[in-house]
């Protein structure tokens, strides 16, 4: 196999200097012009392609951008789709790492990303995360970085998220316009602000249909269809069980489903029953699930805009936060004012 051509090449075929050469491929205005024809000529039947590691050296930027994710989950996928999109047309690589939800493999990620001289990052943080020392190790180095989908308090950078305590909030008000009483809800890890914010919204929607708030009714669990299931279970047997049940996830919500059908429950007829994300799973099952949507490809567009803005911005973009909002679908899971064939 013939070796790649080489700058220290076309000098010698053309009798002239390596630097002469360079500046020639750069277009520089101290070349005359019949070099510079010779040269990209002869580059072109070479077929010369530049060392691009070596110019990004030289440049001090790679157009490559770090991406941590906790998975690759259909949510999250979309949301890198997103991302990648932007980054392509923008001249950008990206590079995506998932930390499968733990705080010890996401801070290898960050290590591996940073030695690998990405120009800046693009970060949703895993449920384990509680100390963020690597992530600040990015600022220290004067990178650009993006928080997206799970945003914190600890980390001081731009943001895009969905507006969670609205979708918490429109999920719950459904559920209480159907005519449900006594609504469960199935939240995620409580250091997750994600979680937190979506659980808020449930508490907002109860306490402004003055509804006292059972604590009860809250169960905390991982983004998990096994967790869900057993958590629904246990709701179920209370001697006063729910009428309803909110899941913050789509996950979730199918394994609450299972858990309903095992105990012989009618959907929307005995409980009610309401996700989050409007993965395209919830409309294939029976019955539909009714689920919050969040426009997940279009949030990482956003989060790749503002991080193309962040890195050519001499500016302080810290506190630019980004907010998308989400939308109810409702479905046969929830919806009582409809007859349903579904059982």
Known sequence: ?????????????????????????????????????????????????????????????????????????????????????????????????????????????????????????????????????????????????????????????????????EGGMIATEHLLEQGYKRIAILAGPENLGVSNSRMQGYINALKKHKIKVDTDLIFHCDFNQEYAYFATQELLSMKKRPDAIFTISDRMAIGAMLAIKKKGLRMPDDIGLVGFNNEPVVSLVTPSITSVEQPSFELGKVAAKLFIETMHNTENMDHVEKILRPKLFVRASSNRNINHNET
């Open 1 to 165: 196999m013939n070796k790649p051509a080489t700058i220290k090449d076309i000098a010698k075929s053309l009798n002239i200097s390596i630097s002469t050469v360079s500046r020639a491929l750069r277009n520089a205005p101290d070349v005359n012009v019949e070099t510079k024809n010779a040269v990209m000529a002869l580059s072109e039947k070479l077929h010369y392609q530049p060392n691009k590691l070596a110019l990004s050296l030289r440049q001090k930027q790679t157009h490559t951008i770090g991406v941590i994710v906790p998975n690759l989950d259909y949510v999250l996928s979309m949301m890198v789709r997103g991302i990648d999109e932007v980054a392509l047309e923008a001249g950008y690589t990206v590079m995506v790492c998932q930390s499968n939800e733990s705080f010890g493999r996401e801070i290898v990620n960050t290590k591996r990303l940073l030695e690998s001289l990405v120009d800046g990052f693009i970060v949703s943080v895993s449920s384990e995360t509680k100390n963020f020392d690597h992530f600040k190790k990015i600022k220290e180095r004067d990178l650009p970085m993006v928080v997206f989908d799970r945003i914190t308090p600890h980390l001081q950078a731009p943001s895009v998220r969905l507006d969670n305590e």
